[in-house]
């Protein structure tokens, strides 16, 4: 049997797409399959000394020794974790720059600002769940409450009378606060601050009356009497602390679940055999003993939830607290 010359020509341009096909896929696999093949970079939008910086830091140190590249970490602050998020969001997408983030830069911002340089759910891909932790709830002990029956009571007595402080506009401290108020359904006065430190700072001096703190900060200053312990923004009690009660022992706040997260992203684009691999090695990170066990003992949990799992729950955050952003009329200001 012979071949026609337009069957040859056909077979011929078969062939040769077959092989730009291939070609085309190549480095993808490659990348995946040479990963880490540099040092690895992985931004937080904060200080240094904050969750996300410090399981950053863990995160770094540990990486470094299970993959043999140096993992460094960048801070990259501003502009309520903008700065930080854009940046990955536009670096190479070959997981060797990576975000470790917190809820504003990937849940709230979207709900406070018209325009942004990023689109968290476009733009960076969800790979692991490092940590949750509560906030605590605490009051200057001037103030005559010592339960959230108590702060609820005291609220509806005096509606709008009393403060409670935050790290600023729009910040975690802030839903949490207008979440924990429309719940109870009560007014508080809003004081915002350029940061947590001062916030705390005119708590404990009685200038401001509450605020949701970070656990460990707030139980250091609730061992030495100087804040009133009122209850953890979470479902659950703390080993740690198990005489603390959680705000949802409240009937009227039953429902009140505030966990506050942080967790590892991608920028959009990067091999699934590298979220992959970036995913395990972040989970049995904070599986080890030791690593655990200096997390729990700040008042945290360490995640070893699937990527998927990760990535419904970030879509999940966003619905919950976009909507509690828009009812508010919360802008970042």
Known sequence: MTHSPRCSRRSRRHAVLLALGAALCLPAV?????????????????????????????????????????????????????????????????????????????????????????????????????????????????LPVRSVADVVALAKKEPGQHTYATAGNGSVQHIAMEMFARTAGIQLRHIPYKGVTPALTDVLGNQVSMMFAGFPPAMTHVKAGKLTPIGLSTKSRLRVAPDIPSVSETPALKDYD????????????????????????????????????????????ASDESRAAFAEFVKGESAKYGRIIKEAGIKDE
């Open 30 to 142: 490659v990348s995946a399959q040479a990963w880490p093949s540099k040092p690895i970079n992985i931004v937080t939008a904060y200080p240094p000394g904050g969750v996300a910086d410090q399981m950053a830091r863990v995160l770094a140190t540990e990486l470094s020794k299970r993959l043999g590249q140096p993992v460094t970490v960048e801070n990259r602050t501003g502009a309520s974790g903008m700065i930080g998020a854009n940046y990955v969001a536009k670096a190479a997408p070959d997981g060797h720059t990576l975000l470790m983030a917190a809820m504003a830069e990937i849940v709230f911002n979207p709900y406070m600002h018209e325009r942004m340089a990023y689109r968290p759910d476009k733009d960076l891909v969800p790979v692991a769940m490092t940590v949750r932790y509560p906030f605590m709830l605490v009051a200057n002990p001037a």
């Open 258 to 301: 505030f966990p506050v997260w942080v967790g590892l992203f991608a920028p959009a684009g990067v091999p699934a055999e590298v979220l992959d691999r970036i995913h395990r090695e972040s989970v049995a990170i904070f599986a080890m003993p030791a690593v655990r066990a200096g997390v729990e003992e700040a008042g945290m949990t």
